[in-house]
């Protein structure tokens, strides 16, 4: 393909994360598409979600909360992706009519920064892990060096990200199975490496906790943010799915089976590491070297070069997306670049994993409101219309539906912070204080979630929020 057919099928691409997609435009089947979703799913966070978790919970609460909550989430937060494909547009095209077109632009922006440290994370690994492997071959990386060795992933990823969606389509289909096959192995060695019977068995060390539940709760909430992180990014490669079932159930799949299964596979390895050494450890390449032996430990190869490179590449790709679809001024290479540099700098800041707990519970308190709110707008306000015309300003900002107030859907965005507020009535995420028996039964996450849209559903079906909402 000649440079010149690459640079216009990039800038189609994103003009298409803006404008409608047109039916004969798609080109995802229910494979490619399931490949895809699941190359941005599988990254070494994963391990270092699984090893957080297994530092609050026996193995079979890590079954529970891992497949369970993940499972139960991802299947009601990824029904909207039904519109994405019906109308080949992005999610924050249809948010325009929920926030308000300045609104959306301060959402996308918050979404985006909050999304990105994971990235920063996959990218510690990928240094943390390239150091081990070459301190295996006698190479002595400095630690003051080891962050600066992560952001190698990144400028691959950035690079796989400005060659668009074909470039990641054909890498995924090599990456994604060689990941699945490493994954399997992995499990199967931390199962081997120690008695079954042991991890099994296995109880972490709660001392630091007044009561098991606390940390059980902890490892939920963990797990239930984990799941609403997707959102910000869930609905852009949607549009190009050929059909409605086929994007909704390769999304699902990917994300409540697929990342699931590399974060338990995370926590069995943890799991093994105390088990047999006494220690918790969310490095793959560590864990495969002291369970198995150096020679294993290359596996770890696939698992942070493929997993982290690609998930950098088909993430910085879809928040590109993101945020062109609020600045449709700015190229899209330019946002790629400036996700580039603020992943760079957060992963040579290196305080992510440090605060990981906090970290998830700020990012949730964000997206759950946020997709309460639209399954709400969905399904029971606007019943799966709205006008195209109006969401694109097609007349003029001023003659559009959804003008709202100056840019801002005021019922909107004082919902989105019910959410917020409430859930941190309930769960303080910076101290990690429980301030309420409600914790204990839906999480913080869950208040957010179900306030939010709640207040939202209330105020829709008063006078005053039809004539406001409804203006069709």
Known sequence: MSNNSVAKQIEQETILGIAPILPKEKRYGFIDFFLIISGYAIAT????????TAQLVNFKQLLFTTFGISIFILAIVTLPIIFSIRYGIDVW?????IFGFNGCKVLTVLAVLANFPWYAVAAGMFGSSMSNLLALGGIHVPAS????????????????????????????????????????????????????????????????????????????????????????????????????????WATTLAYSIVAPFFIFAGGVLAIAM??????????????????????????SLVLVVFANVGTQGVGSYMNALVLKSSFPKVKYSVFVILLFVYCSIL????????????????????????????????????????????????????????????????????????????????YNPITGAINSQIFYFISGSGVSFLSAGIVYLIISKTSAGKKYLLKE
């Open 45 to 52: 966070w994963c391990y270092t979600q699984g090893a957080y």
């Open 93 to 97: 095209i249809w948010f325009r009519s």
């Open 145 to 248: 060096a080891v962050s600066y060795l992560g952001v190698v992933s990144i400028v691959i990823g950035t690079f796989i990200g400005l060659g668009g969606p074909e470039v990641i389509k054909w890498s995924t289909r090599i990456m994604v199975p060689a990941m699945l096959g490493v994954g399997v192995i992995v499990v199967f060695i931390a199962m081997t490496a120690v008695p079954v019977k042991d991890i099994i068995n296995y109880q972490p060390d709660l001392s630091s906790y007044s009561n098991p539940r606390d940390a059980f709760m902890y490892a939920a909430e963990g797990i239930i943010a984990f799941a609403f992180s997707w959102t910000a990014a869930m609905f852009v490669p949607a549009r190009m799915s050929k059909k409605e079932s086929h994007g909704y």
């Open 274 to 299: 105390f088990v047999k050494f006494g220690t918790m450890e969310s490095d793959p390449t560590i864990m495969l070297a002291k369970l198995a032996s150096p020679g294993v430990a290359l596996l």
């Open 347 to 426: 992963t040579i800041w290196d305080k992510i994993v440090a605060n990981f707990g906090a970290f998830l519970a700020i990012e949730t308190y964000l997206y759950a409101p946020m997709m309460a709110v639209l399954l709400v707008d969905f399904y029971f306000v606007k019943k799966q219309k709205f006008s195209l015309r109006d969401a694109y300003f097609l007349d003029g900002v001023e003659k559009s539906k959804y003008r709202f107030t100056k840019g801002f859907n005021i019922i909107g965005i004082i919902c989105l912070l019910v959410g917020l507020v409430s859930g941190s009535i309930v």
